[in-house]
Every structure is written in C-alpha cells, then in structure tokens.
C-alpha cells in the first residue's frame, strides 16, 4: 500500500503569477559602450550630410558578456640594502600571493562555485575553463584548488555558530548521506539568516555532542519527534507539525481513522488562527485551542480502543501517546510568536545534501563531505542575507570577514 503524498498538487498554472514582478531587460543611462551610427550622405541627392544635426537618435541597446582569457599578474617585490645602516628590507606581497606561479582568487572563488553552489562535476569543470579561458587544468588541479579555497573560508564557521546560539530559535534535523559507499549522516542547525551543516557517522547523541551546537544552546529547539534532542535540556523544545500532518494524513487516507482528520483539521485551524493574530493568540484563544485539542486526543483513543488491533492501530496509538504527553512542545507555537508551526527551515537547508548526492553520488572521502557541508553552510548564509554568493567568497578567499560581507 502506497503512502500518500504529503503534498498537494499546485493549481497554479507554468510561468509567472498574477502580482508577480518580472524581470524585463530595460535599458540603462550609462551603458559601458557607444557605437554611433552616423547618415554621412543624402541617398536622394548624394550631398553630405557630414554637418547636418539629427532630426532624432533612436537608441537599441544589446547587453551580452565579453570574451574573456587567462590573465597573468606579475608580483614584484623589491629587496633592497639600506645604505647608512646596512639593514636588508623588501616589500610584502599580497596576502594571496603565496606561491612563484599560482592560480588566482578570481578563478578560486569560481571553481568553488560551481563545484559546490551549481554541483558541476571537476571533468566539466575543466572543459568549460579549456572552452571559454583558453587554458588548459587538470581534474587533480581544479580539486585541490577547491579544497583549498574550502581551508581558507572555514574560518567563517565560528561566526555563524554564534549567531545560531544567539537566536531564540533553532531548527534542527538530519539526513542521510554516502561516504565512500558507507552510510553517513548531515546534521543541520538552521535559521531564517544562519545555516551550520556538519557529516558525523552517526546520528545519534554523539554526533550532536561532538558537533557542539545542541549542548550549548539555550533557546527554543524545532525538529521532529526524534528522541535525541529532548536530552537537551537546558533549551526549551517544540515539535514540527509538518511531520505531524503527513502521519496524519497516513492514518486518515489509508487506515480510514476519522479522528486523523479531525486532528489534521485542528492543527491547520491553529495554524490559519495564528498568522491572522500576527503569530501570537490571546491567552483565552490559546486555551480554547488547547481544549479542542485535548478533546481530539480523547476521541481519537476511545476510536483506536474500539478498533481491533494491528500494527497500524499500534502506531496510532503511539502517535497519540506522543502527542498526549509532548502538549506543550506541540502547542508551544501557540503563546511564543518566535516559535514557527513546522521545521521546514531545517528541511529546505538540507535539501542541497540530496541535490549533490543525486547529482555526484558517494562523497569519496570523509574530507570531501567535510570541505562540503562547510561550504554550503557559508553559501546558505550569504544567500540567506541576499548576498551574491560568487562575489561573496572571492572576498572570502581575499581575506574578508564573514561578518563584514553580510554587513
């Protein structure tokens, strides 16, 4: 039996919506070049009209990209004696400037673009840069390139963990992920504006102890019903409806539970009540919600006690129980307007996970899934800020803080 989709089908129809803005190419005031098309001759009576004014100027304009090539910068440095006390001095190259041939920052910050923002393959990489550079580099160049460029923007992590501490809400949640053909797990901790993803071999406590955000965290922690974030006690807990609905919607669809529905409509009804009071209800209306919802929970076990039991009553039950005993951490977003109906911050942040194993597969090392997720956290952030991720780490890679550029 096939479960149902938790989502619904879109009425809307292909392209652009009814209110939305569109982006139509409009000329500009100052365009970067100006080709003047002069009438140098009368066609009727071949005088000149070299010094003839126009009567008018019709204006096209044509926006396209120049032809680019491989630029080489030569860096020197003088080294010179000084002649009254004989000390040696030499100037300072720039701080990118490590190495007697090199590549730059320019073409750093774009190899870790498209390697980990467009999940283009290191092979394509290296033929798009031979087709429009001109310049041949090997598979082996263009990954040590982006791991490098990885070593030089992880600074920025500390910066981004704080801001997730500091928020009064965090979205947790993990998935799955293959490390050279072994099961591995990306766990996230997200906001509105910060993003930290970080791979473990585990799922469990552990991991979330040695990623160290969980622990040290103080405010209201979202997710699902997994039992490891509970352990944490020094925050307080809200659980995401989201999952809760597409359980509901199995219960309901497929087993025939009325109380299912029922509960899926007090939840959506909750849901409506508090984006019209602007996220936070009255205390009288947070409690007349509570009691539906209570009461739905009452029939919803007098109706599972009344069926025969299986392993979907079973299950039900569970669910109940859970929801039964977890009031508070369900209902939270009743009473706190920071705390959202569901995680599905966390879901969207880790959904590139699964783009790029899709797109590549198995990460071949545990350093490849590392240098990843760490790279995507930065790009989420910096996209999250509505920032240009491109520009964004080549002044990363140029030795610009995080802070500065989200600024």
């Not at 939305?20 to 005088?47: I, K």
């Not at 100037?91 to 190899?111: D, I, K, R």
């Not at 209800?281 to 025969?308: G, H, P, T």
Request: with cysteine; glycine share 4%; charged share 25%.
């Amino acid at each position: 039996m096939t479960k149902p989709s938790s989502s619904k089908k879109s009425e809307k129809k292909p392209g652009g919506q009814p209110g939305h803005q569109g982006t139509t190419l409009r000329q500009v005031l100052n365009p970067d070049h100006r080709v003047v098309h002069r009438v140098t001759r009368c066609d009727g009576c071949r005088r000149s009209l070299e010094q003839v004014a126009p009567l008018r100027v019709d204006i096209r304009q044509v926006f396209d990209i120049p032809m680019v090539q491989m630029e080489i910068t030569q860096h020197e440095r003088e080294i010179k004696c000084c002649p009254h006390c004989h000390r040696v001095q030499q100037a300072e190259f720039p701080s990118h400037v490590t190495n007697h041939v090199q590549y730059g920052p320019t073409l750093a910050s774009l190899s870790l673009y498209w390697s980990h923002v467009q999940f283009i393959p290191y092979e394509r990489m290296a033929e798009m840069i031979e087709t429009w550079f001109g310049h041949s580099m090997s598979v082996g160049t263009l990954v040590h390139m982006v791991q490098r460029g990885y070593e030089s923007i992880r600074s920025s992590i500390p910066s981004i963990e704080e801001a997730l501490l500091d928020s009064p809400i965090l979205h947790v949640d993990e998935t799955s992920m293959r490390i050279n053909g072994k099961n591995f797990w990306v766990h996230v901790a997200s906001t509105e504006t910060h993003t930290r993803l970080a791979p473990h071999r585990s799922r469990g406590k552990i991991a979330t102890d040695e990623i160290g955000l969980p622990p040290r965290y103080k405010g209201t922690m979202m997710y699902d019903a997994y039992s490891v974030y509970p352990k944490y006690q020094q925050a307080t807990h809200a659980l995401c409806h989201a999952h809760h609905l597409r359980e509901l919607r199995e219960f309901a669809e497929l087993h025939r539970h009325a109380w299912a529905k029922k509960m899926i409509d007090t939840l959506l009804g909750m849901k409506k009540a508090v984006e019209q009071s602007n996220g936070l209800l009255s205390e009288s209306e947070a409690k007349r919600w509570e009691q539906i919802y209570e009461q739905v929970l009452v029939n919803a076990q007098q109706e599972l006690d009344a069926r025969s039991s299986s392993s979907s009553v079973k299950k039900a039950q569970a669910f109940v129980r859970r929801l039964q005993n977890r009031k508070g951490e369900a209902l939270r977003f009743l009473r706190e307007a920071h705390v959202p109906f569901d995680n599905n911050q966390a879901e969207r942040d880790l959904r590139m996970v699964k783009v790029k194993q899709k797109i590549s597969g198995s990460f071949r090392q545990e350093s490849d899934a590392e240098a990843f997720c760490v790279t995507r956290s930065i790009v989420s952030t910096i996209e999250k800020h509505r920032k240009p991720v491109w520009d964004s780490l080549y002044r990363l890679l140029m030795g610009e803080s995080l802070a500065t550029i989200l600024s």
